[in-house]
T-cell receptor
């Protein structure tokens, strides 16, 4: 149980285009989902916290107009990188907290490798 | 291990030996701690957790120790196997925010 999927696993796009990444909780309802970014040989940095049916809460320094997050259902959150540039190339990882079973534990997706040319 | 910028601390271990990975956390208000394992190109995988009202917790081949006095967390892996080669992250959670703050990570290399 507690499986989180992401799609796509890998995406290459041209500079200036937008890319959408999906995060799904497959066997549980996730009222809260989190989006992280990880650069090579670095740790995970939280970008935003997403609650179902409400606006996402962004961490300091993360541009909300560039990284659009939508959490329209209890099993799906999407991250859209708008007008992507090479510096946005990174490994994007989502996680989800399962309710009501375990509110503290976050279950992570497999990640999405974004490469902007 | 603590982050040293772009260079992950590396622990080289002989197969069959025990591994100890250390982590210093920053916030005395943190009350929940988790160890994650991350293999190359994959998302973090939950290993074991511990709450601040405990000093030690054991799982299968893994033990987490928590020293709140010095804000230190460690992960012990018994009889390390080649499949244990990965980057290990500690994470702390402050109950009020339910947000995880990750440590810098330690790479474990298991030598046959």
């Amino acid at each position: 149980g507690a499986v989180v999927s992401q799609h796509p696993s890998r995406v290459i796009c041209k500079s200036g285009t937008s890319v959408k990444i999906e995060c799904r909780s497959l066997d549980f309802q996730a009222t809260t989902m989190f989006w992280y970014r990880q650069f090579p040989k670095q740790s995970l940095m939280l970008m935003a916290t997403s609650n179902e049916g409400s606006k996402a809460t962004y961490e300091q320094g993360v541009e909300k107009d560039k990284f659009l997050i939508n959490h329209a259902s209890l099993t799906l959150s999407t991250l859209t990188v708008t007008s992507a540039h090479p510096e946005d190339s990174s490994f994007y990882i989502c996680s989800a907290s399962s309710q009501p079973r375990d509110t503290d534990t976050q279950y992570f997706g497999p990640g999405t490798r974004l490469t902007v040319l | 291990g603590e982050s040293v910028g772009l260079h992950l601390p590396t622990l080289s271990v002989q197969e069959g030996d025990n591994s100890i990975i250390n982590c210093a956390y920053s916030n005395s208000a943190s009350d929940y701690f988790i160890w994650y394992k991350q293999e190359s190109g994959k998302g973090p995988q939950f290993i074991i957790d511990i709450r601040s009202n405990m000093d030690k917790r054991q799982g299968q081949r893994v033990t987490v120790l928590l020293n709140k006095t010095v804000k230190h967390l460690s992960l012990q892996i018994a009889a390390t196997q080649p499949g244990d080669s990965a980057v290990y992250f500690c994470a702390e959670n402050i109950a009020a925010g339910n947000k995880l703050t990750f440590g810098g990570g330690t790479r474990v290399l298991v030598k046959p």
